[in-house]
């Protein structure tokens, strides 16, 4: 196969398969030689920040001379981006080649009566087999949109992280916080220590009972272990006072507050592999390798500047607007802000605009994206004007309108926020 070929294939998975469920997908692994259980294995699992976690987890043990896996999802220009090792995706000549050894493995599978996986399914035995050619020292596998019946919930992870739990995929994981909290609660295996961001909310009792349940150890994090310091044009500063140790003055780069949360989540599992002896090093050692991999970290497309006055966030939920909502508010507050805007049809929008309306935008611009899940100009438009007072500007063409706020910035802020297809998009123009 050509990469060319090799990445159709993929893509199209989703035009014939459909979702295998964990024992199939086993049954496949057992062909492989499990090749998820190759390395130590960290499994997160929530609503909003898995891939920041993933990245600064990641980021933290690549300093403590560490090669880690990481297997994420959405990509935002090519599908590569979903498999790396460290900051790099993995290779074209790769990505053929692991494509090609699990469509053999498939075929036996379906000889066998196995339907073909899924695409997220597929693409996860593509992460998993490439980890374990590239004998990685860690591999930390993001959940896709649930957990418990998730392809990655096949691992047995030395830590599982739960992130937040909000609002999202209803249609698929169920219409209240304590059902979704239950989705995201199935990563959680017996003896397996869980990290948890505990927000004194609905979600808290469901982790916590099925932590009791399987005799799994929770860590919980609370907010007011957590305190901002500062924040500068290039760096959040915040301590964290964690059960192990009180860090003092850390950093991250100016990108969300919300960032702090996924930080101190992975800083409580770097210290429980560490507790666990995954790790050796201890101490003022340990503690260079968090500082400088948390202030290393990169997350493209989740408040990220792409100009000296352009930011693009993929908030595509209620939560991560009312996060961004929360940035702005502390971060931007004495800057003058324009907002462009797309959102996907079957997302609550509404509530994601009316959050938006308490930001006083100079201007608002709403576009449409290239794939057609794009809700359409009219009706984001009206619940614009329902919510908010400011100026509303439309283009059905993303690099029209794109341009036309780039234009209008002078000395104000353009955020553009609402999707990572947006996001993915704005990147593929070239901004």
Not at 64 to 71: D, E, L, P, S
Not at 346 to 364: A, H, P, T, V
Request: charged letters at 25%; a negative charge; one cysteine or more.
């Amino acid at each position: 196969m050509t990469y060319e070929e090799a990445q159709e294939y993929v893509l199209k998975i989703p035009l014939f398969a459909k979702k295998l469920g964990t024992d199939n997908l086993n049954s496949i692994l057992e062909m492989m030689g499990h090749p998820e259980r190759s390395c130590p294995v960290i499994h997160i699992a929530g609503t909003n920040g898995k891939g920041s976690t993933c990245l600064f987890l990641a980021s933290i043990l690549k300093e403590n001379n560490k090669r880690v896996g990481i297997f994420t999802s959405p990509h935002l220009m090519r599908i590569n981006e979903r498999i790396r090792i460290g900051d790099e995706i993995i290779s074209d000549d790769d990505f053929v080649s692991v494509c090609e050894e699990v469509i053999t493995y498939v075929d036996k599978a379906e000889k066998q009566g196995i339907a073909h996986p899924s695409f997220f399914e597929f693409v996860f035995l593509m992460a998993a087999l490439y980890f374990k050619k590239q004998q990685v020292d860690f591999a930390v596998f993001e959940a896709g949109m649930g957990g418990r019946l998730d392809a990655t919930n096949v691992v047995v992870p030395a830590v599982s992280i739960i992130t937040s739990v909000g609002l999202d995929h209803m249609q698929y994981l169920g219409d209240t916080i304590e059902e979704i909290a239950g989705e995201k609660a199935g990563i959680i295996k017996p003896g397996i220590p869980v990290v948890y961001f505990d927000r004194k909310d609905a979600a808290t009792d469901i982790i916590k009972d099925k932590c009791i349940k399987e005799n799994a150890k929770l860590h919980t994090i609370e907010k007011k272990q957590c305190n901002l310091l500062d924040f500068t044009k290039k760096s959040i500063d915040f301590s964290f006072n964690s059960v192990y140790y009180k860090y003092d003055s850390l950093q991250i780069r100016r990108t969300a507050l919300y960032q702090i949360e996924n930080a101190v989540l992975a800083i409580r599992a770097y210290e429980l592999l560490q507790e666990n002896n995954y790790i050796t090093e201890e101490g003022c050692v340990a503690e260079a390798a968090i500082r400088t991999g948390l202030m290393n970290m990169i997350w493209h497309g989740r408040m990220e500047q792409i100009d000296e006055h352009i930011y693009v966030d993929g908030a595509h939920n209620v939560e991560a607007i009312e996060a961004f909502c929360n940035t702005l508010e502390v971060l931007f507050s004495d800057s003058n802000k324009i907002l462009l805007f797309a959102v996907s049809k079957d997302k609550d929008y509404r509530n994601m605009i009316k959050s938006l309306g308490r930001i006083s935008f100079d201007e608002i611009i709403i576009v449409r994206y290239s794939n057609d899940r794009s809700a359409e100009l009219d009706t984001v438009e009206d619940a614009f004007r329902q919510f908010s007072g400011s100026k509303i500007t439309t283009f059905d063409d993303i690099k029209a309108g794109y341009e036309y706020g780039k234009a209008h910035v002078e000395n104000k802020v353009l955020f553009c926020v609402g999707s990572l297809y947006l996001v993915g998009d704005l990147l593929n123009i070239g901004v």
